[in-house]
């Protein structure tokens, strides 16, 4: 049953309670233990740790590519946990936008059809006006016919940010988006998912494990050993505010 | 870091642990393509000293002294003759022959076997032993006695041996007897044969089957009494002393023999002439040839394979090859373990390759001992052609490897450890497709943009499979070609009359002999048409001669007329139609002029050769080379106006060809009868034995290529894993990724397709125009290749190219998907 919050929306991701142990070698690996976590539409949360301390696992179980061992995970109020392989992976294209580390863009294709194909697997109409607007959007309409190797690493996230907008699907997850990239780049490719989203009304989960990077969220979430130990609402910092 | 070898084995072992999968399937094709080349590598030698064995332990002769159709000469002058000519001495044996047509009719019961032969009168001597094996008969070109006795050193009693092969064929077991033409009756005492009926070749280089071409070998007074030519002869053998002069003693005795015997129409050939000993050496050479050329092929296609795991190995390697690079590890130790990978592969390769090797020979030195004709099969493996095969086999792997290697290496450090090297590597020639973008979306774009993008790896997978598809289409071409030379054949043999007989008579016969008389009642015949068929040659205006059979027209009405394909059917006395690859052979075209060398009659059973001056009306449409045909007024340029010696028939209505033959085979006069199919029938019946390995050889081509292709979708999905990851990150379901992958496998798989058959058609042309033309002049094979072949080829390169990356499914299915996105390559 969704529950409503506080203020009266719905959350779009509900964590219950959801922990994923690995049982390794006779010991437990606790990556992620009894968290609770809401986001509603529109929030620009980043999760903040350290290495190890479970970022990657939590995102990974609210992105539907990992089971969680115990809880339960609604997304848009239905309860995920227990759906069949076909109902993740319908899931994923109508709910989920992924962003990652290594971009992990098509070499064979363009930087505008990559784009496309995240409009193409969501279906929306007309896939290559969407993503012709979606690469405007982050600044790289002339780049459009260019290959991969053919753009730097921050064009690179850029065409993989506008690839997770333009399947035009409520939440994006985004695993340590700047972790290839120099700091003033990545604080701009954060800064752009930041607007971006806010227009669009999307929830966004950003991993980072860079205090600093992290001051550009509307709210912070602190992991630590596969539990949340923070979760405070921020004011954005403008990229001037930070320093490197 | 650089601790001793033991750390590098032990990392490159596990190296293979992750591969064992591509390494083993690599190493089998590797095997494929040693085991072949290393199991055919013997088989030349294995033919040439089977040959050897055989010509040198019968004694094959030297010189012979062949008489022209319907020439005689009495018993002992032939021998007389030589032994007065100069130089005599230089002559170690002699010994005459009387060789005849005949039919032979060795039915029993529950069988009919009724054929065309011949029957050679031999004078015998006490039999030998080499290896084992009876020699018995002549004392040049002897007869090995393969089962049962051979002839008595000593008598005329009709006791005979005959041709194993055709006894095989027709089910025949010495003990037998058989019947000849005239009535006569033959005890077959044993089978065996001698250098000239090893390969079985008909009057005039016409091509006959084992089954379909009896000899029977009898004591030469026999032969005389059989064939009712009592005390007389038609041909010597002779063996030379070692050192003496064949071209010289040739000469002085066709000299002699034409002063002491004119009108006896002969002429001395040599063992070069014997059709079934060229046949067998060329036959060897070329086929080795040609096996050579698959083996190579196979291997070709394994060393892309190799070469294609091992680039893919050393690129994954780079960045450890760099992090190596960087902490001051030698080039030559970072080398060791891509290298130790080829090493790997190549050990598998030849491992495999030699049990293949093995197999492959011990198959063939089988089929070496069933099918060879030789009474002596020389079947040692030679080891160090094997070893230096197998060495070839081992040699490849390791420079497919080296190349990689030695490029990886050479980067620097930075390169090869800059963070996302591999994913921001080029496009490839993708930004060539990417001017023409395909309907469908993005994923529509991919399978083709993904074979752009890695150009070099597309281009050794389609090399590779088009090399494997390649030996198959060629193969299956060359019977392809064999049964289109059969139909057209066929079509031109069976046009007018299919059920018509070819009756040959005895000797040439006046038109109206006594003999003759009784055969058009309509009990016999429907209808007859009586003309002439003899043995001739063709010189061509630059000294190019071919051997033919030349029929004239009968005076009436004919039962079967030759159609002109080019230029018109024959007219006049002194006009010819030949068969296309005779003009061809010969250099003349329509309207050209040639020499007709043929037998003209002056007497009785005397007989000259004649040249005389025909033209070239045109050529007809019979694959064969030998058929020429003159219009009836050519009887009388041969001499032979009114006379025949062979005639067309049609049996009546009702009548079934055995019987139709069993009835005429009585009749006095007849010596041999044949039925219109029979060359297609014989021709067909040998291509069946051919098709089976030929279906060998393309389920294993059909394997290889599964090899190869399973190969490299294996090595792309491992290279695309994280490609294929990001898309089920995106709920792209699994049947998706697997159709572009599919999709992006047929396309590789067509061109493979394509440049199969390209390559096929390249080695079909090159067997039927060059190999089996030097082989099998006689036959001009219509080289076709058939719409089921390329229906194979499509079958064996697309097919087996989008049926590989289903093998992938459960891998994909499998995949760990956060863990694949994570790793960093
Ligand atoms: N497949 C796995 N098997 C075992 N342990 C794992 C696996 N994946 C992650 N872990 C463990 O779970 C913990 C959290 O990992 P992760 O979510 O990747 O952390 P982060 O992204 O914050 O660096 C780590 O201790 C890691 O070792
Ligand atoms: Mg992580």
Same mark, same amino acid.
């Given at each position: 049953m969704?529950?409503p919050?506080?203020?009266?929306?719905?959350?779009?991701i509900?964590?219950?309670?959801?922990s994923?142990?690995?049982?390794?070698?006779?010991?437990t690996?606790?990556?992620?233990?009894?968290?609770?976590?809401?986001?509603?539409?529109?929030?620009?949360?980043?999760?903040?740790?350290?290495?190890?301390?479970?970022?990657?696992?939590?995102?990974?179980?609210?992105g539907?590519l990992?089971?969680?061992t115990?809880?339960?995970?609604?997304?848009?109020?239905?309860?995920?946990?227990g759906?069949?392989?076909r109902?993740?992976?319908?899931?994923r294209?109508? #709910?989920i936008?992924?962003?990652?580390?290594?971009?992990?863009?098509?070499?064979?294709?363009?930087?505008? #059809?990559n784009?496309?194909?995240?409009?193409?697997?969501?279906?929306?109409?007309?896939?290559?006006?969407?993503?012709?607007?979606v690469?405007?959007?982050?600044?790289l309409g002339?780049?459009?016919?260019?290959?991969?190797?053919?753009?730097?690493?921050?064009?690179?996230?850029?065409?993989?940010?506008a690839?997770?907008?333009?399947?035009?699907n409520?939440?994006?997850l985004?695993?340590?988006?700047?972790?290839?990239?120099?700091?003033?780049?990545?604080?701009?490719?954060?800064?752009?998912?930041?607007?971006?989203t806010?227009t669009?009304?999307?929830?966004?989960?950003?991993?980072?494990?860079?205090?600093?990077i992290a001051?550009?969220?509307d709210?912070?979430? #602190?992991?630590?050993?596969g539990?949340i130990?923070?979760?405070?609402?921020?004011?954005?910092a403008?990229?001037?505010d930070?320093?490197? | 870091?650089?601790?001793?070898p +033991?750390?590098?084995?032990?990392?490159?072992?596990?190296?293979?642990?992750?591969r064992?999968?591509?390494?083993?399937?690599?190493?089998?094709?590797?095997?494929?393509?040693?085991?072949?080349?290393?199991?055919?590598?013997?088989?030349?030698?294995?033919?040439?000293?089977?040959n050897?064995?055989?010509?040198?332990?019968?004694?094959?002769?030297?010189?012979?002294? !062949?008489a022209?159709?319907?020439?005689?000469?009495?018993?002992?002058?032939?021998e007389?003759?030589?032994?007065?000519?100069?130089?005599?001495d230089?002559i170690?044996?002699?010994?005459?022959?009387?060789?005849?047509?005949?039919?032979?009719d060795a039915?029993?019961?529950?069988?009919?076997v009724?054929t065309?032969?011949q029957?050679?009168g031999?004078?015998?001597?006490?039999?030998?032993e080499?290896d084992g094996?009876e020699?018995?008969?002549?004392?040049?070109?002897?007869?090995?006695?393969?089962?049962?006795?051979?002839?008595p050193?000593?008598?005329?009693?009709?006791?005979?041996?005959?041709?194993p092969?055709?006894?095989d064929?027709?089910?025949?077991?010495?003990?037998a007897?058989?019947r000849?033409?005239?009535?006569?009756?033959?005890?077959?005492?044993?089978?065996?044969?001698?250098?000239?009926?090893?390969?079985?070749?008909g009057?005039?280089?016409?091509?006959?089957? !084992?089954?379909?071409?009896?000899?029977v070998?009898?004591?030469?007074?026999?032969?005389?009494?059989?064939?009712?030519?009592?005390?007389? /002869?038609?041909?010597?053998?002779i063996?030379?002393?070692?050192?003496a002069?064949?071209?010289?003693?040739?000469?002085?005795?066709?000299?002699?023999?034409?002063?002491e015997?004119?009108?006896?129409?002969m002429s001395?050939?040599?063992?070069?002439?014997?059709?079934?000993?060229?046949?067998?050496?060329?036959?060897?050479?070329?086929?080795?040839?040609l096996?050579?050329?698959?083996?190579?092929l196979?291997l070709a296609?394994?060393?892309?394979?190799?070469?294609n795991?091992?680039? +893919?190995?050393?690129?994954?390697?780079?960045?450890?090859?760099?992090?190596?690079?960087?902490?001051?590890?030698?080039?030559?130790r970072l080398?060791?373990?891509?290298?130790?990978?080829?090493?790997?592969?190549?050990?598998?390769?030849?491992?495999?390759?030699?049990?293949?090797?093995?197999?492959?020979?011990?198959?063939?030195?089988?089929?070496?001992?069933?099918?060879l004709?030789?009474?002596?099969?020389? *079947?040692?493996?030679?080891?160090?052609?094997?070893?230096?095969?197998a060495?070839?086999g081992?040699?490849i792997?390791?420079?497919?490897?080296?190349?990689?290697?030695?490029?990886?290496?050479?980067?620097?450090p930075?390169?090869?450890?800059?963070?996302?090297?591999?994913?921001?590597?080029?496009?490839?020639?993708?930004p060539?497709l990417?001017?023409?973008?395909?309907?469908?979306g993005?994923?529509?774009?991919?399978p083709?943009r993904n074979?752009?993008?890695?150009?070099?790896?597309?281009?050794?997978t389609?090399?590779?499979?088009?090399?494997v598809?390649? $030996?198959?289409?060629?193969?299956?071409g060359?019977?392809d070609?064999? +049964?289109?030379?059969?139909?057209?054949n066929?079509a031109?043999?069976?046009?007018?009359?299919p059920?018509?007989?070819?009756?040959?008579?005895?000797?040439?016969m006046p038109?109206?002999?006594? !003999?003759?008389r009784?055969?058009d009642?309509?009990a $016999?015949?429907?209808?007859?048409?009586?003309?002439?068929?003899?043995?001739?040659t063709?010189r061509?205006?630059?000294?190019?001669?071919?051997? /033919?059979? @030349?029929?004239t027209a009968?005076a009436?009405?004919?039962?079967?007329?030759?159609?002109?394909?080019?230029?018109?059917?024959?007219?006049?006395?002194?006009?010819?139609?030949i068969?296309?690859?005779?003009?061809?052979?010969?250099d003349?075209?329509?309207?050209?002029?040639l020499?007709?060398?043929?037998?003209?009659r002056?007497g009785?059973d005397?007989?000259?050769?004649?040249?005389?001056?025909v033209?070239?009306?045109g050529?007809?449409?019979?694959?064969?080379?030998?058929?020429a045909?003159?219009s009836?007024?050519?009887a009388?340029?041969?001499?032979l106006?009114g006379?025949?010696?062979?005639?067309?028939?049609?049996p009546?209505?009702? @009548?079934?060809?055995?019987?139709?033959?069993?009835?005429?085979?009585?009749?006095?006069?007849?010596a041999?009868?044949?039925?219109?199919?029979?060359l297609?029938?014989a021709?067909?019946?040998?291509?069946?034995?051919?098709?089976? $390995?030929i279906?060998?050889? /393309?389920?294993?081509?059909?394997v290889?290529?599964l090899?190869?292709a399973?190969?490299?979708?294996?090595?792309?999905?491992?290279e695309?894993?994280?490609e294929?990851?990001?898309?089920?990150?995106y709920g792209?379901?699994?049947r998706?990724?697997?159709?572009?992958?599919v999709?992006?496998?047929?396309?590789?798989?067509?061109l493979?397709?394509a440049?199969?058959?390209g390559?096929?058609?390249?080695?079909l042309s090159? $067997?039927?125009? @060059?190999?089996?033309e030097?082989?099998l002049?006689?036959?001009?094979?219509?080289?076709?290749l *058939?719409?089921?072949?390329? /229906?194979?080829?499509?079958i064996a390169g697309?097919?087996?190219?989008a049926?590989?990356?289903l093998?992938?499914? +459960?891998?994909?299915?499998?995949?760990?998907?956060p863990s694949?996105?994570?790793?960093?390559?």
């Amino acid at each position: 049953m969704p529950r409503p919050d506080r203020d009266g929306s719905e959350p779009l991701i509900d964590l219950r309670g959801v922990s994923r142990h690995y049982e390794i070698g006779g010991g437990t690996v606790k990556a992620l233990d009894e968290v609770d976590l809401r986001v509603h539409p529109g929030e620009f949360v980043v999760i903040l740790g350290a290495s190890g301390s479970g970022k990657t696992t939590l995102l990974n179980v609210i992105g539907a590519l990992d089971t969680p061992t115990a809880g339960s995970l609604l997304i848009g109020g239905r309860e995920i946990t227990g759906a069949s392989r076909r109902e993740l992976f319908a899931l994923r294209r109508h #709910e989920i936008g992924f962003i990652f580390q290594s971009f992990n863009l098509f070499p064979g294709l363009t930087a505008l #059809e990559n784009v496309q194909f995240g409009a193409d697997v969501a279906a929306r109409p007309d896939p290559r006006a969407a993503a012709r607007d979606v690469l405007e959007r982050v600044g790289l309409g002339d780049r459009a016919p260019h290959f991969p190797h053919e753009l730097s690493g921050g064009e690179q996230q850029r065409v993989a940010i506008a690839r997770a907008l333009a399947a035009g699907n409520p939440i994006v997850l985004a695993d340590e988006p700047t972790g290839e990239l120099d700091f003033a780049t990545g604080v701009q490719i954060l800064e752009l998912l930041h607007d971006v989203t806010h227009t669009a009304g999307t929830a966004v989960l950003v991993v980072t494990h860079n205090r600093e990077i992290a001051r550009v969220a509307d709210r912070i979430v #602190e992991l630590s050993s596969g539990g949340i130990v923070a979760d405070e609402p921020n004011v954005p910092a403008a990229m001037s505010d930070l320093r490197w | 870091m650089a601790r001793g070898p +033991r750390f590098w084995l032990r990392w490159s072992w596990r190296d293979l642990r992750t591969r064992w999968p591509l390494v083993v399937a690599i190493g089998l094709l590797l095997a494929g393509g040693i085991g072949l080349a290393a199991g055919l590598a013997s088989m030349r030698d294995w033919r040439i000293g089977s040959n050897d064995a055989s010509f040198g332990a019968l004694r094959v002769h030297d010189l012979r002294v !062949e008489a022209e159709e319907g020439a005689y000469a009495p018993a002992g002058a032939l021998e007389r003759a030589a032994s007065r000519i100069a130089g005599a001495d230089g002559i170690a044996a002699a010994t005459e022959r009387l060789i005849s047509p005949t039919q032979i009719d060795a039915s029993a019961a529950g069988r009919t076997v009724i054929t065309p032969g011949q029957i050679i009168g031999v004078e015998t001597e006490p039999a030998r032993e080499v290896d084992g094996v009876e020699v018995s008969g002549p004392s040049v070109d002897s007869i090995a006695i393969r089962d049962g006795r051979g002839l008595p050193a000593r008598g005329d009693e009709p006791v005979g041996v005959l041709d194993p092969q055709y006894a095989d064929e027709n089910g025949i077991e010495a003990p037998a007897r058989i019947r000849v033409a005239g009535g006569g009756t033959v005890a077959v005492s044993g089978l065996g044969n001698s250098p000239e009926t090893f390969i079985v070749i008909g009057p005039g280089g016409s091509f006959s089957s !084992e089954a379909d071409f009896g000899t029977v070998f009898v004591p030469l007074a026999a032969a005389q009494r059989l064939t009712g030519r009592r005390d007389q /002869v038609n041909d010597l053998a002779i063996a030379l002393e070692p050192g003496a002069d064949p071209e010289r003693i040739a000469a002085r005795l066709e000299r002699r023999i034409g002063r002491e015997l004119p009108g006896f129409a002969m002429s001395v050939t040599t063992t070069a002439d014997i059709d079934g000993r060229r046949i067998l050496y060329d036959d060897a050479d070329n086929d080795q040839q040609l096996f050579d050329v698959f083996a190579f092929l196979i291997l070709a296609g394994a060393a892309f394979g190799a070469f294609n795991l091992i680039s +893919r190995t050393v690129e994954a390697q780079r960045r450890e090859i760099g992090i190596g690079m960087a902490l001051g590890v030698e080039r030559r130790r970072l080398a060791v373990r891509p290298l130790l990978l080829g090493l790997q592969i190549a050990i598998v390769g030849v491992a495999l390759g030699v049990l293949v090797g093995m197999a492959v020979n011990a198959w063939l030195r089988g089929l070496l001992i069933d099918q060879l004709p030789l009474p002596f099969v020389d *079947s040692d493996v030679r080891w160090g052609r094997f070893a230096a095969r197998a060495a070839i086999g081992f040699a490849i792997p390791l420079l497919a490897a080296g190349w990689p290697v030695w490029r990886g290496l050479r980067v620097t450090p930075i390169e090869a450890i800059r963070v996302g090297f591999r994913t921001a590597r080029g496009g490839g020639l993708a930004p060539l497709l990417a001017r023409l973008p395909l309907p469908g979306g993005s994923l529509a774009q991919m399978p083709s943009r993904n074979v752009m993008r890695a150009p070099r790896r597309t281009l050794l997978t389609v090399l590779a499979s088009a090399a494997v598809i390649s $030996v198959a289409v060629s193969m299956s071409g060359m019977l392809d070609s064999f +049964r289109a030379t059969v139909d057209r054949n066929d079509a031109e043999e069976l046009r007018m009359a299919p059920d018509r007989l070819a009756v040959n008579l005895a000797g040439f016969m006046p038109a109206d002999a006594p !003999e003759l008389r009784g055969l058009d009642d309509p009990a $016999v015949a429907e209808r007859t048409a009586g003309r002439l068929a003899l043995p001739a040659t063709l010189r061509s205006p630059g000294g190019e001669e071919i051997e /033919v059979v @030349v029929e004239t027209a009968p005076a009436g009405t004919p039962i079967w007329s030759p159609r002109a394909s080019a230029g018109s059917p024959p007219r006049g006395p002194r006009e010819i139609l030949i068969a296309a690859s005779a003009a061809t052979d010969l250099d003349v075209e329509p309207g050209g002029r040639l020499t007709l060398i043929h037998p003209e009659r002056i007497g009785r059973d005397r007989f000259r050769t004649a040249a005389t001056p025909v033209t070239v009306s045109g050529t007809h449409a019979d694959p064969f080379r030998f058929p020429a045909f003159m219009s009836a007024a050519g009887a009388a340029t041969l001499g032979l106006d009114g006379w025949i010696n062979a005639i067309d028939l049609v049996p009546p209505r009702g @009548v079934d060809e055995d019987a139709a033959k069993r009835a005429l085979l009585t009749r006095p006069g007849v010596a041999t009868i044949e039925s219109a199919s029979a060359l297609g029938d014989a021709l067909e019946q040998g291509l069946d034995e051919f098709a089976a $390995v030929i279906r060998v050889v /393309v389920a294993i081509a059909i394997v290889l290529v599964l090899l190869i292709a399973f190969n490299a979708t294996a090595i792309s999905s491992d290279e695309r894993a994280r490609e294929y990851a990001t898309m089920f990150a995106y709920g792209v379901p699994v049947r998706t990724v697997l159709r572009m992958a599919v999709i992006e496998s047929l396309i590789i798989g067509l061109l493979a397709t394509a440049a199969g058959i390209g390559l096929g058609l390249l080695i079909l042309s090159w $067997v039927i125009n @060059v190999s089996l033309e030097e082989v099998l002049p006689e036959l001009g094979i219509v080289g076709s290749l *058939s719409f089921g072949t390329l /229906v194979l080829a499509a079958i064996a390169g697309a097919g087996a190219m989008a049926l590989a990356p289903l093998l992938t499914v +459960r891998r994909l299915r499998r995949m760990d998907v956060p863990s694949t996105l994570r790793v960093v390559e």
